[in-house]
């Protein structure tokens, strides 16, 4: 389910729906938790009344014996095959943690831009969010551990089989994505700039509003 060219009114009313309708419309989200090693993804669906539910979730894995080049092109690829499978309508995707290595930072950083980019072929709009921020959303606490955002998930979204650290991960950026959007587009209806969401930028903070979509 895509939206083609929405915006919303200050009554923060979809047209032709009343709000009840409203509540129920389902806006799916994928969150990727970036890596070299192992990129995570986890699709969920939400309302703007805050229910969740699981829509699917995996890892992309690029093996260690190829070169660099390689590596890349197999997560990008893996990440637009699953843009394509699944059709979300927003990308949230973990900010880089402050790394001691600095070359493992550099790989992040890389990983992190191929997410960037696979959601801009498919025209999908990002926003970012750091670890605490995350967990904050997710667990109520910021610096929670990976076993506790992993057993809040499933939880959450009723996933009764255990999860992998980095599908439980992008799960949680979902989520975290799908806590902030009914406030953001609250925002947007009050400022009177409507809620269009394909020119969200990277690094947006949960004060800017997502604007356009064509």
């Known amino acids: 389910m895509r939206w083609s060219g929405l915006a919303l009114s200050p009554s923060l009313r979809f047209p032709t729906m009343n709000a009840k309708a409203q509540n129920r419309s389902?806006?799916?989200?994928?969150?990727?938790?970036?890596?070299?090693?192992?990129?995570?993804?986890?699709?969920?669906?939400?309302?703007?009344?805050?229910?969740?539910?699981?829509?699917?979730?995996?890892?992309?894995?690029?093996?260690?014996?190829?070169?660099?080049?390689?590596?890349?092109?197999?997560?990008?690829?893996?990440?637009?095959?699953?843009?394509?499978?699944?059709?979300?309508?927003?990308?949230?995707?973990?900010?880089?943690f402050l790394a001691r290595n600095v070359k493992s930072a550099m790989l992040l950083g890389q990983a992190r831009g191929l997410a960037i980019l696979a959601a801009a072929e498919a025209e999908v709009p990002v926003q970012e969010f750091s670890p605490l921020e995350i967990k904050q959303a997710v667990v109520g606490y910021g610096r929670a551990g990976k076993a506790q955002v992993e057993a809040m998930i499933r939880s959450i979204l009723q996933?009764?089989?255990?999860?992998?650290?980095?599908?439980?991960?992008?799960?949680?950026?979902?989520?975290?994505?799908g806590h902030v959007l009914p406030w953001q587009i609250s925002l947007a209806a009050i400022s009177g700039s409507g809620f269009q969401p394909s020119k969200a930028r990277v690094d947006s903070s949960p004060t800017e509003i997502l604007e356009g979509h064509q």
């Open 26 to 96: 389902l806006i799916r989200i994928i969150g990727v938790d970036p890596g070299l090693a192992c990129t995570g993804f986890g699709v969920i669906e939400t309302t703007l009344n805050g229910t969740a539910r699981y829509i699917g979730s995996g890892t992309i894995h690029s093996p260690q014996g190829q070169s660099l080049a390689k590596r890349l092109q197999k997560i990008y690829h893996g990440l637009l095959r699953e843009m394509e499978r699944y059709s979300p309508q927003f990308m949230g995707v973990e900010k880089p």
């Open 159 to 177: 996933i009764p089989d255990p999860l992998s650290p980095h599908a439980a991960d992008a799960l949680a950026v979902a989520v975290c994505f």
